[in-house]
């Protein structure tokens, strides 16, 4: 980028950054780093360009850069949720592409500093996720390269499983310590889908539980109750339990962080003096960013379409309090009407033997599928249910089962990661076709039992 | 008022940043790694035999996935979206994998993805070679003492101020413009003068070479069937690779009989059937003259391989034992693949258990994934034996 070049991009910025706040964006202080494309990458691919290494996120890196080789996709800019708020923008971009995704970008970062969901997040992530990564690095040089690694295989195939609420979870939960709290009151699903026979077992154990309620955070459970892990490999559990916590509201928010990020930068750009050859190439990439797919939902397209209908319906102050208090499936929940869902003509598809066909047009259930599918970030919900089964230290896990299953094969394979943090036999109980079945892994190989 | 931007816009320099790419050197590390833990898989994997000149091939490796706990994407409901006119039944895609898989016989069977769990690695068809090929050799290789198995090479072992501008020496050249420009005082290099340029000579030299025959004989009677013909075709398909990239002066003569034994080209010996009858016999007399015509043992080493399903005439078998030990007595070694999927008791096989000599090698064949076993029987490298 000439000098001149960044002159006018400074301008714009400075243009830009006016128009928000006149509009109430509320935002960071932002740092714009202007880089070439394989930093945007590493950045896409790791989440952070400071975080540690791993040959998944290499796989992942190479993934992008070969769809950006071939034309096949582009990220134009990658933003951070940090104080001040870091926003990447690729060398190769004109004006008019930057001057869109300045705009686009003060829009996640205002919904980044009011969204109730990253009430909690660490705003410095770049300085510890780059201090991890140090901590990780010498750990190589002392327990091993390879090592280190497959420790981090196993972490990470476990990684998901945290809990954000964790914090008012243990305020709840020490104003009922007179009340005797059931596991039910603590975890959601229990009392949807009760397996009898499991409970018997657990419940004829005289002895208090252990844990004394379901523990969704596996993360934590494994690392402060494992008995064989060092404390580097506690360490570095606690290090992705905590990257994992900090990009946890991101994957609540998609939907609404995208769609607001998208409606502002329209707002903004329509304030700006753009000459003919802008607004064409400005309508261009905006069609592209919203453009449906027709096997999944476009967050950009259908939080936009949101936005809009909210705006329309109760007025632009609504849209400030509804951006800090909703998540993607209240958002969805709450603001998904019928009328949207016929516009952007939404439908649920399925397998139907070896097609792929939409089977349900129907707006309450479209609406309540994608509620479904956001809960939990879209993972599914696990349970520590006792971490000294048997009487012998094992680990039994178990499925809050929704109506979906899960993917056998790959459960599969990731009980032997669950067995490598544990160390001691793991058991997953969970739901395939309408029957309670446990799997387990004994460090050797995989037993399944329907009950 | 003054307005104070509170942003900054910097521009660092990235250069030294090369995580994403150190990570994806680990990761193809990887791949590689878990290619050669599947090249036995990978031997008989038809996409590769089949392939015509295509240089990268897919390669299906099971254990680079990130496992995780996640939901089983094939029995569960997804949103998307239409173009305002969608209505139940529309048919969005075809799941290609579940087309293709073949003999799963598993039906909907809980949380199979047949063909989706794997990681599709590209590589190409020389990097799995030097895989491959890599501790294979053509054992108790022999240097036979005839003029005509010397070869010639060229060594560039001269330089001089004239030559052909194709063979300048581009340092040696180099090296006198610096010289030249530092003795005249110059601090940098500045020009080249013709009178700097060098020039690489060559001289022709013979080097020694063994000189070797390889004889496949496949057995294409009726009772071969597709299994059997595609176990034996692809053990041939990469012994005739393996050859071809490593020696460069290994005939192969392709022979293929049931009652009757015959030299057929290459294209013939792969692309083929035939049927009736087997007596394998044929093949090995049908060695034994093409070794007294042309191939003469002083002159040659000499590789006979036969492949068969091991279903012979059984009154031919006692001919076949006859006729396998003078092979042998002019081979460096007999290689006698059996291909036999049940494990029946085959006659041929039955005869040779008695054959003691250890320039005798066999491989039974059940499944696929066995013919990279033939393959490091066969070409074991260090595997001497003593010349009889």
């Known amino acids: 980028m000439k000098k001149n070049e960044l002159k006018e991009l400074e301008e714009a910025i400075e243009e830009i950054t006016m128009i928000a706040r006149d509009f109430g964006l509320d935002f960071y202080d932002m740092h714009y780093e202007i880089c070439p494309s394989e930093i945007i990458y590493t950045f896409g691919a790791y989440g952070m360009p400071t975080r540690f290494s791993h040959w998944s996120f290499g796989k992942a890196f190479h993934r992008m850069k070969v769809q950006y080789d071939f034309g096949l996709s582009k990220i134009y800019e990658l933003v951070i949720n940090s104080d001040p708020c870091y926003a990447f923008l690729l060398d190769s971009n004109t004006l008019l592409q930057n001057k869109l995704i300045v705009a686009h970008v003060l829009g996640h970062c205002d919904f980044f500093k009011h969204n109730a969901r990253f009430y909690n997040t660490s705003r410095f992530m770049v300085d510890s996720m780059a201090a991890s990564a140090e901590r990780i690095r010498q750990y190589e040089i002392e327990y091993g390269k390879l090592a280190v690694e497959e420790f981090i295989d196993s972490a990470l195939a476990l990684q998901e499983h945290v809990d954000p609420a964790l914090v008012g979870r243990n305020m709840r939960k020490g104003n009922q310590a007179q009340s005797v709290a059931s596991p039910e009151q603590v975890d959601p699903y229990a009392d949807l889908f009760e397996i009898g026979a499991v409970k018997e077992e657990t419940q004829s154990q005289p002895t208090p539980r252990f844990p004394a309620e379901p523990e969704k955070d596996l993360m934590m459970f494994i690392m402060e109750h494992a008995k064989h892990l060092q404390d580097w490999q506690r360490d570095i559990l606690s290090v992705m339990r905590e990257e994992m916590l900090y990009f946890w509201p991101q994957l609540e928010t998609k939907i609404m962080n995208e769609g607001w990020a998208t409606y502002w930068h329209l707002q903004i750009m329509r304030e700006l003096d753009l000459d003919e050859g802008e607004t064409v190439e400005f309508a261009k990439m905006n069609a592209g960013v919203i453009m449906p797919s027709r096997t999944s939902l476009n967050p950009y397209h259908v939080g936009l379409k949101m936005w809009e209908d909210i705006e329309k319906r109760y007025g632009r102050e609504a849209m400030w309090e509804i951006r800090e208090v909703e998540s993607d499936s209240s958002f969805l929940r709450n603001y998904l009407t019928k009328e949207l869902c016929e516009e952007m003509d939404l439908y649920l598809y399925q397998k139907v033997g070896n097609e792929w066909k939409v089977v349900e047009k129907d707006w309450e259930k479209v609406r309540d599928m994608l509620c479904a599918s956001r809960v939990n970030g879209g993972f599914p919900v696990l349970t520590a249910q006792d971490g000294d089964y048997l009487k012998n230290g094992e680990l039994y896990l178990k499925h809050s089962f929704d109506g979906t299953e899960l993917d056998v094969k790959y459960l599969e394979k990731t009980l032997p990661h669950v067995y490598n943090l544990w160390g001691r036999t793991i058991h997953l109980e969970t739901v395939l076709d309408g029957r309670a079945v446990i799997f387990t892994h004994d460090g050797k190989k995989n037993h399944r039992r329907f009950q | ?388």
């Open chain 2, 1 to 388: 008022m003054v307005h104070q931007p509170n942003f900054i816009i910097s521009k660092d320099d990235w250069s030294l940043h090369r995580k994403g790419y150190q990570d994806q050197l680990r990761h193809q590390e990887k791949v590689r790694d878990a290619i050669k833990k599947n090249l036995a898989d990978l031997v008989t994997d038809e996409s590769i035999i089949m392939q015509n000149g295509r240089q990268i091939i897919k390669v299906p490796i099971r254990s680079l996935d990130e496992y995780k706990f996640r939901y089983n994407y094939n029995k569960g409901q997804h949103g998307g979206q239409g173009d305002g006119s969608s209505s139940v039944g529309d048919v969005l895609g075809k799941d290609p994998s579940g087309a293709q898989q073949k003999g799963q016989g598993k039906g909907e069977g809980a949380g199979e993805q047949p063909g989706i769990d794997y990681y599709e690695a590209e590589v190409s068809l020389d990097e799995i070679e030097t895989m491959l090929f890599k501790d294979l050799e053509l054992p108790n290789l022999q240097r036979k003492t005839l003029d005509d198995i010397r070869t010639q090479d060229i060594r560039f072992n001269d330089i001089r101020k004239k030559g052909l501008s194709g063979n300048i020496d581009k340092r040696r050249t180099l090296m006198e413009a610096v010289r030249r420009n530092a003795l005249a005082g110059q601090k940098h290099l500045k020009n080249i003068h013709p009178d700097d340029l060098r020039y690489k000579t060559w001289e022709e030299i013979e080097v020694p070479h063994s000189q070797a025959v390889v004889l496949a004989m496949m057995d294409t009677s009726g009772s071969m069937g597709q299994f059997e013909k595609y176990i034996a075709r692809s053990f041939f398909f990469w012994m005739t690779r393996f050859l071809r990239t490593r020696y460069e002066h290994v005939d192969i003569q392709y022979i293929a009989h049931h009652t009757e034994a015959k030299v057929v080209t290459e294209h013939e010996f792969f692309t083929k059937g035939e049927s009736g009858g087997t007596i394998c016999s044929s093949a090995y007399r049908l060695a034994l003259q093409l070794i007294a015509e042309k191939y003469p043992p002083n002159k040659f080493n000499i590789y006979p391989f036969h492949f068969s399903d091991g279903d012979n005439l059984s009154s031919d078998n006692e001919k076949c034992i006859r006729l396998v030990k003078e092979l042998m007595e002019i081979s460096n070694i007999f290689g006698y693949g059996e291909v036999n999927q049940y494990n029946r008791s085959s006659t041929l096989m039955s005869a040779f258990k008695n054959v003691t000599d250890p320039k005798f090698k066999n491989v039974l064949i059940k499944e696929k994934g066995e013919v990279y076993k033939a393959l490091t029987t066969f070409f074991k490298a260090g595997d001497a034996i003593q010349a009889s």
